[in-house]
């Protein structure tokens, strides 16, 4: 319906400026006439030749050029059908002027021209063309228009794909390992299984509804950290040393859910899990007039240093690494891979969200 409102409309600008052409061109052939009398013959003149246009405009833009954006054969169908539709609009505009508009619209108080005069043929391609070439010029910005949103929607949709299955990777074998010590727990009828069990509920929650939003509250990305730590220390016992230091002015500012996870999952698999000896973790969360610092470092057993390129890589940051640049368009990731130590420091502008 729109869309029919929108020819219409289009239809009724042109012929209100046509009629005012057609008055002024009038007014110069025919002074003796009063304004309505003038009026009257610009509608009446304009009404008649609107019927070639329209039909030469709809036969170009929906029959002429959709084969022109197809193979070299529509191409020379397209080229044919348009000589003849112009031919045909022509020599339909001439006879509507010769045989209808002089002898029963002016009433032969002018001269008519002969049906083949050439000015006569120029004046009606100069006239059919304006009309159907703003016709083409709107509806071909507006193809463009579309094309374009459409192109920036999949876009978009390729995207919030892309962030999904980023986000949706869950780690098998911390499932499987958490699984495990809950399994052990039951078997002790320890006081902290129905905790733990709580715990990976919160988490597993956590991963499948939360994720799906565009953004959180940091407050309960730190909530999800802090749980996923907690069976951690479970999982691990007395192996490791962990600190964990937060320092958050508001806990309500807007953060990618799952964006600080792959970080803490990192240290605890090239920390703990190959350290044959007591290991460490360190992590420090501060947060600062909307400014995210993240730093964190884990001990590790003395390994041949690679590039941090290529490590981020191996290691597996490489889904952490695409999310940020999905998600924010200033921030800084630097990692280091010391003798001991492997070390991560984030910074991110968190005004500097994209919108997808």
């Known amino acids: ?28 052939r025919l002074p003796h006439l009063s304004i ?3 009026l009257l013959l610009a509608f009446q003149n304009g009404s008649i030749l609107l019927v070639s246009k329209i039909l030469f405009t709809y036969s170009t833009l929906y029959i002429i050029l959709p084969k022109l954006s197809k193979g070299n054969k529509e191409r020379i169908k397209a080229i044919l059908y348009l000589t003849i539709t112009v031919i045909a609009a022509l020599l339909l505009y001439r006879a509507l002027v010769t045989f209808i508009i002089y002898p029963f619209v002016y009433d032969w108080t002018l001269n008519a021209p002969t049906y083949l005069d050439p000015l ?5 391609l100069m006239d059919i063309g304006f009309a159907s070439g703003v016709a083409i010029v709107i509806k071909q910005i507006r193809t463009q228009i579309a094309n374009k949103e459409n192109e920036k929607n999949l876009i978009k949709e390729k995207l919030e794909a892309e962030l999904k299955f980023l986000r949706n990777q869950i780690n098998p074998h911390f499932l499987f390992n958490t699984l495990n010590n809950i399994y052990s727990l039951s078997l002790e ?5 129905s905790e733990t069990i709580m715990k990976l509920s919160k ?30 220390k479970i999982r691990y016992s007395d192996r490791f040393t962990l600190i964990f230091i937060k320092e958050i002015d508001n806990d309500t500012v807007q953060i990618s859910p799952l964006l600080l996870l792959p970080f803490v ?19 420090k969360l501060r947060l600062q007039k909307n400014l995210l610092f993240f730093d964190i470092e884990n001990s590790k057993e003395e390994k041949e240093e690679k590039e941090d390129t290529e490590l981020v890589e191996k290691i597996g940051l ?8 999905l998600m924010y368009s200033d921030y ?10 492997f070390k991560i420091n984030l910074k991110i502008n968190l005004n500097s969200h994209a919108k997808i």
């Open 36 to 38: 309505n009398d003038r």
């Open 189 to 193: 009828n320890s006081v902290a299984t």
């Open 203 to 232: 988490l597993l929650r956590f991963m499948l509804y939360e994720t799906k939003k565009i953004s959180i509250d940091i407050g309960d990305e730190v909530q999800m950290l802090e749980d996923y730590l907690e069976l951690e």
């Open 265 to 283: 999952e990192n240290a605890f698999k090239h920390g703990a899990s190959e350290s044959r000896f007591e290991s460490s973790i360190h992590i």
């Open 120 to 124: 006569g043929f120029l004046v009606a």
């Open 1 to 28: 319906m729109k869309r029919v409102l929108l020819h219409i409309a289009f239809w009724v600008v042109y012929f209100v400026q046509d009629i005012a052409l057609r008055f002024l061109w009038d007014t110069t």
């Open 332 to 341: 800084d990731l630097q990692v280091r891979n010391e003798l001991n130590i």
């Open 318 to 325: 490489s889904n952490v690494k695409r999310q940020l640049e």
